[in-house]
């Protein structure tokens, strides 16, 4: 089976060509390498994973690129809240314009299956907890308006040309390689401890996230190449709620340092609590999380 994956030079993107082809499938990535990191350009080469230069804005280039394509799953996107409040237009051209380029460009390819990496960022300040799918849609920052764009217009496009989607509802992600500039909290409490310093935590680190390792979202994508439940929402996460300040203990404690978190301003546009209910996607996909987040962390700090 033929994979296509825009943003394949990215974070997720990256992780999810090496899992993938670890799995027997032929992979081919897009990414227009603005903010890709050299280490991962690097070990795409290492792999012998084909990459090719292009922007997902760029639809009649996206249709050459798809023709014999089984599955596209489109990674690519601009994700940095704080960047998207200073600079919308950019945001939104990229993350929404982008992605009815791509999606247009799977419809004319008559690709099988367009899976689309939303994020959790579209549900804005929860009214309920655990979020399940069916949880009104109300973005805080155009990060998430821009994702939330997306979806609707491959649901659009799905009802004037049909064919299968999959949207996926990515919650907190991490793992190994994000990169500094656009890192999650994990990554940058890490990069803290690894200078021997205690995180920096942003608010009163009430906050609670939802956590769930790369790999893990590799696993679920790979279920949605497979599945009959098409036409689809899915949340995908751990389901777990981690309070931001536990999470700085947890790392301190791991990497031995003995001092406090230095707490700061809250950050614009920053939900209070986010957690997924999975139900659905554990349901319907087979999707069960397999990577614990203490373990985890211990590798992460370990190879840091």
């Known amino acids: 089976m033929h994979v296509v994956i825009t943003g394949g030079a990215g974070f997720i993107g990256s992780h999810l060509?090496?899992?993938?082809?670890?799995?027997?499938?032929?992979?081919?990535?897009?990414d227009n390498l603005s903010r890709a990191t050299k280490?991962?350009?690097?070990?795409?080469?290492?792999?012998?994973?084909?990459?090719?230069?292009?922007?997902?804005?760029?639809?009649?280039?996206?249709?050459?690129?798809?023709?014999g394509a089984d599955i596209?799953?489109?990674?690519?996107?601009?994700?940095?809240?704080?960047?998207?409040?200073?600079?919308?237009?950019?945001?939104?051209?990229?993350?929404?314009?982008g992605t009815a380029s791509v999606t247009k460009a799977c419809i004319d390819a008559s690709v099988h299956r367009l899976i689309y990496l939303s994020s959790a960022a579209v549900y804005g300040e929860p009214i309920k907890?655990?979020?399940?799918?069916?949880?009104?849609?109300?973005?805080?920052?155009?990060?998430?308006?821009?994702?939330?764009?997306?979806?609707?217009?491959?649901k659009t496009f799905s009802r004037?040309?049909?064919?299968?989607?999959?949207?996926?509802?990515?919650?907190?992600v991490y793992g190994a390689g994000q990169s500094e500039e656009y890192a999650g909290v994990i990554t940058k409490f890490i990069n803290r401890v690894r200078e021997k310093l205690p995180p920096i935590i942003f608010g009163d680190g009430e906050q609670t996230r939802?956590?769930?390792?790369?790999?893990?979202?590799?696993?679920?994508?790979?279920l949605a190449i497979t599945t009959k439940n098409t036409n689809n929402i899915y949340n995908i996460g751990s389901g777990t709620a981690t309070k931001i300040k536990e999470l700085a203990k947890l790392i301190m404690n791991i990497a031995n340092i003995n001092s406090e978190p230095i707490y700061s301003a809250p950050k614009p546009g920053d939900i209070k609590h986010s957690y997924?209910?999975?139900?659905?996607?554990?349901?319907?996909?087979?999707?069960?999380?397999?990577?614990?987040?203490?373990?985890a962390l211990k590798e992460l700090i370990q190879k840091s």
Request: proline share 6%.
């Open 17 to 30: 060509t090496i899992y993938l082809k670890e799995r027997g499938y032929k992979v081919t990535c897009i």
């Open 129 to 154: 907890l655990p979020i399940d799918e069916d949880h009104p849609t109300n973005p805080l920052s155009p990060y998430g308006l821009s994702k939330l764009f997306g979806e609707e217009i491959i």
């Open 210 to 222: 939802d956590f769930i390792h790369v790999n893990d979202v590799c696993h679920a994508i790979e």
């Open 72 to 97: 596209v799953i489109h990674a690519a996107a601009l994700i940095s809240v704080e960047e998207s409040i200073k600079d919308p237009s950019l945001y939104l051209d990229n993350n929404a314009i």
């Open 160 to 172: 004037l040309y049909p064919f299968d989607y999959i949207i996926l509802r990515l919650f907190n």
């Open 276 to 295: 997924a209910n999975i139900d659905k996607a554990r349901e319907l996909l087979n999707f069960t999380p397999r990577i614990s987040l203490e373990k």
């Open 39 to 67: 280490s991962t350009i690097k070990t795409l080469k290492k792999e012998k994973i084909p990459l090719i230069i292009s922007d997902i804005r760029e639809t009649n280039k996206l249709l050459k690129i798809f023709k």
